[in-house]
């Protein structure tokens, strides 16, 4: 669903912040990381409160593990965004 978005709205940032979690629960680590990577840097410019795709990612991280929805690699895709 979330490639269709994409597809119908190349400029919804909301789509690029969901799709690497949707890999993550479908276990595909490797497909996330590349998006991780390729969008952790670039400004994010839906909402003015945040400044990057990285604070946004971390943060829906953060909301997901508050409400008890885990997955094995969060700790990998925190040091991921966090490395410079």
């Known amino acids: 669903m ?19 979690l949707c890999f993550l ?3 595909e680590f490797e497909e996330a990381k590349k998006v991780y990577l390729n969008f952790k840097d670039k400004p994010y410019t839906d909402d003015r409160e945040k ?8 943060e829906d991280i953060q909301n997901l593990e508050g409400k008890g929805i885990t997955h094995p690699d969060f700790a990998k895709v925190k040091k991921l965004l966090n490395e410079k």
């Open 2 to 20: 979330i490639l269709f978005a994409i597809k119908a709205d190349k400029e919804a940032q909301i789509s690029y912040t969901n799709l690497p």
């Open 25 to 27: 629960f479908n276990n």
């Open 51 to 58: 400044t990057t795709f990285k604070k946004v990612f971390l």
